[in-house]
């Protein structure tokens, strides 16, 4: 059997068309793949900056943290309170963050800077902040003239008159325990 110069012509035309159809629909899937691949760079992308900003945060952290001339007694009142936890909660007494912040310490704290006419104050959401907790227990220290490691110490566990009851004994022992390591 023949084919005619028709048949042959046709032929061609449809495998050639074929052909243009089956690149086009590769080079769209291509396509898209670039873009699917370009977005996910993309997020990553922004995964990595935000990363790259709790690092600096951290380290900024870190760096306040460690400039603190009173950084062994905080970090031992901080690992006694919670065990370094910046998101502890004890729902008993409504302690709150690594130094487990009451509220009525908050209040004291910002009583303390109203008398000092200082523009800042705290909420209680500050103290889940570790920055703002270490700002808050040195305003804290600092006011009520706590200068030895006990008086802070038991002082923060017991209130301004901390070291006169036999109660905050024992969370010094522990505190002291901590410093000694």
């Known amino acids: 059997m023949v084919k005619s110069n028709d048949d042959k012509i046709y032929f061609c035309t449809t495998v050639i068309i074929m052909l243009i159809m089956t690149l086009y629909f590769t080079v769209n899937r291509a396509y898209d793949k670039i873009e699917q691949l370009q977005h996910e760079i993309d997020s990553n992308a922004v995964i990595i900056d935000s990363l790259k900003h709790e690092i600096d945060t951290l380290n900024w952290e870190q760096k306040i943290f460690y400039q603190n001339t009173n950084n062994e007694i905080i970090s031992a009142i901080m690992f006694v309170e919670s065990s370094y936890n910046n998101f502890a909660y004890n729902p008993n007494e409504d302690a709150v963050g690594c130094l487990q912040i009451r509220r009525c310490m908050v209040d004291d704290i910002n009583r303390i800077l109203e008398r000092k006419n200082s523009l800042l104050r705290f909420n209680y959401n500050d103290r889940w902040s570790r920055k703002k907790s270490i700002q808050m227990f040195e305003i804290y220290r600092k006011y009520y003239n706590l200068n030895t490691y006990e008086k802070i110490a038991r002082c923060w566990n017991g209130g301004p008159n901390g070291i006169h009851k036999p109660t905050t004994a024992d ?11």
């Open 171 to 181: 969370y010094w022992d522990r505190v002291k325990t901590k410093i000694n390591g």
